[in-house]
């Protein structure tokens, strides 16, 4: 990486650049949950990991520069923040003194994401992966807890295995 061509995630949340679709950031946390729920290749810019996606193989993938680079920059976390706040948004989700809880309209939001095998429990899987990873650790231990009382509550529609991943991406996100 240069100063004249930065990592392709460093530019998508630094300098606006746009993604391998041609979208901002801005662009698509201004989409409605219809286009969230219906588009599958968003997710890997938005929440990076280090492991390519084979739902976006073209996708970026983090290195330790990166990382780094993440981690020193408040304006680059406070962006990945409004993404994760949208996609609670999304899961029907809002936080309230700190924490994470069940929005209003939670029971809406939650018959997209709350079935069994569903694509969402995979985005929330790197949702938990990559915040914690790139310096956003307190809002992925919050969406944890929130998870863990919903698949307490829920727990015929959420898999003890996906539940296992999410523990696992939690502690995984250093």
Known sequence: M???SPHP??????DGAPDDRDRTLQEILAWDDERLESIHDYIQWLFPTRERSGANPTAPVLDPLTI??????????GRMRLAFDRMMRFYGLQWVRGSLS??????????VWLRLLNHNH????RILRSSGLLGLKEEANALFAALEAIYL????????????YWVEAVERGE
Do not use: C, Q, V
């Open 2 to 4: 240069t100063a004249s």
């Open 9 to 14: 995630l460093i530019a998508f949340y630094r």
């Open 68 to 77: 780094e680079l993440f981690h020193a920059s408040p304006e680059m976390r």
């Open 102 to 111: 069940r929005a209003p309209n939670f029971a809406d939001r939650s018959e």
């Open 122 to 125: 995979l985005r929330i899987t």
């Open 153 to 164: 509550d829920y727990s015929g529609s959420i898999t003890p295995r996906t539940f296992a």
